[in-house]
C-alpha cells in the first residue's frame, strides 16, 4: 500500500561523497518524520539522521558536519548528502517514515515503513 525505495548506494573512495535518496510511494495522505538509518555487518541498525515534516533535523554524533539530511515534501522524498565518507560509514543503510496512509476502506492510520536498503561502502 505505501512503500519506499531507495537509491544512490554504492562503492567510494574514503573522504568521497553519496547522495542517497527514498521516495515514499502509495496511498499517502502525508508523512512525519523521516529518517536514514544504518547497519554494518554484526552491528544492530542505528539512527543516523532524522528530519521532521517541518525540518527539524537530528544526526549521530559521528556524522555531524559530514552528512546531510532534507526533504521535498511535495515529492515525498528524503535524501542524505554523505560527504567526507569514511570506511567505517560502510552499511547497509535504510529509510524511514512514519507515513499517513489511507487504507482501502478509507480509513487513515499511521504506519512506520522501512525501505530495503541500500549499500554504501567505502574503500580505505
Known amino acids: 500500500q505505501v512503500q519506499l525505495v531507495e537509491s544512490g548506494g554504492g562503492l567510494v573512495q574514503a573522504g568521497g561523497s553519496l547522495r542517497l535518496s527514498c521516495a515514499a510511494s502509495g496511498n499517502i495522505v502525508g508523512i512525519e518524520t523521516m529518517g536514514w538509518y544504518r547497519q554494518a555487518p554484526g552491528n544492530q541498525r542505528e539512527l543516523v539522521a532524522s528530519?521532521?515534516?517541518?525540518?527539524?533535523?537530528n544526526y549521530k554524533d559521528s556524522v555531524k558536519g559530514r552528512f546531510t539530511i532534507s526533504r521535498d515534501n511535495a515529492k515525498n522524498t528524503v535524501y542524505l548528502q554523505m560527504n567526507s565518507l569514511k570506511p567505517e560509514d560502510t552499511a547497509v543503510y535504510y529509510c524511514?517514515?512514519?507515513?499517513?496512509?489511507?487504507?482501502?476502506?478509507?480509513?487513515?492510520?499511521?504506519?512506520?515503513?522501512w525501505g530495503q536498503g541500500t549499500l554504501v561502502t567505502v574503500s580505505s
Open positions: 524511514n517514515a512514519d507515513i499517513w496512509r489511507r487504507s482501502a476502506s478509507g480509513t487513515i492510520g499511521l504506519l512506520n515503513t
Open positions: 528530519i521532521t515534516r517541518l525540518g527539524t533535523t
